[in-house]
């Protein structure tokens, strides 16, 4: 078996468009390594069969689907050497890149939103929220197809509608992005719910202070806080 340096150059596996796939559409499944492999194979992480995977050697990238409920699940990339034997397949940790392909379709879509609104200040606190009127209990948070973590448990809002509050933190102009959230069941945690309708956050720089000279005969009136009415030249 062909050993692997460590952990940093196990090869990274990542979907295009998104590892968010709706239902009868096409992802593409990229494999890459630092350590030269020149072909691939994708295996299903609870061994259940994907017809199209058996067999298949490939390079750099796949394109699967159309996607049914069957193919969501997790994923692992291995990487090969096509001069050595078959047997130099890498299938240790080192080697091996775990991707979720989810599936977007469950029940009705959630809402997000933002405490506050969609505009914030920079340096002010930002907290998205995403609730929804289907019994889920867990949400998850995305900002321009990239999941933002693990996902957050349901709790009852003061409208009583399911949600999960996202604190970001204190805004910053990095924060500025669409954002969609959606809701799964933990006992399906590859089966989601449709995309929220996009949330369009800004993040604006602080408020300038202004202050306004203007001159009135021998006298210099300053308008702004904290300035003084006026001064004699």
């Known amino acids: ?3 692997s340096p460590g952990d940093h150059y196990k090869p990274s596996l990542s979907a295009c468009p998104s590892p ?15 350590l030269g492999f020149d072909s691939f194979r994708l295996h299903k992480g609870d061994r259940t069969v994907v017809p199209e995977l058996q067999g298949i050697i490939f390079w750099k990238n796949f394109l699967m689907g ?10 692992r990339c ?24 989810l599936l977007p379709g469950l029940s009705k879509k959630p809402s997000l939103s933002a405490q506050g609104g969609p505009v914030v200040r920079s340096g002010e606190n930002v907290t998205l929220v995403c609730s929804s009127e289907s019994a889920f209990d867990q949400f998850h948070l995305l900002r321009e197809g990239v999941n933002l973590g693990r996902p957050l448990a349901g709790g009852r809002g003061p409208r009583g509608a399911l949600q999960a509050e996202f604190p970001l933190g204190p805004g910053t102009p990095d924060h500025s992005g669409v954002y969609r959230c959606y809701g799964s069941f933990t006992r399906s945690p590859y089966s989601w ?3 929220s309708d996009p949330l369009y956050l800004s993040v604006t720089a602080k408020r300038q202070l202004l202050y306004v000279v203007c001159f009135m005969g021998s006298r210099a009136v300053y308008s702004g806080p904290h300035a003084r ?4 030249l």
Do not use: E
């Open 20 to 34: 968010v796939i709706p239902q009868r559409q096409h992802v593409t499944l990229w494999c890459h390594s630092p």
């Open 193 to 195: 719910s449709d995309s």
């Open 229 to 232: 009415s006026h001064q004699t």
């Open 66 to 75: 159309p996607v049914t409920k069957a193919h969501a699940g997790t994923y």
């Open 1 to 3: 078996m062909h050993s």
């Open 78 to 101: 291995h990487g090969h050497y096509s001069h050595l034997p078959t047997a130099t397949w890498d299938s240790g940790k080192a080697c091996l890149t775990k991707l979720p392909l």
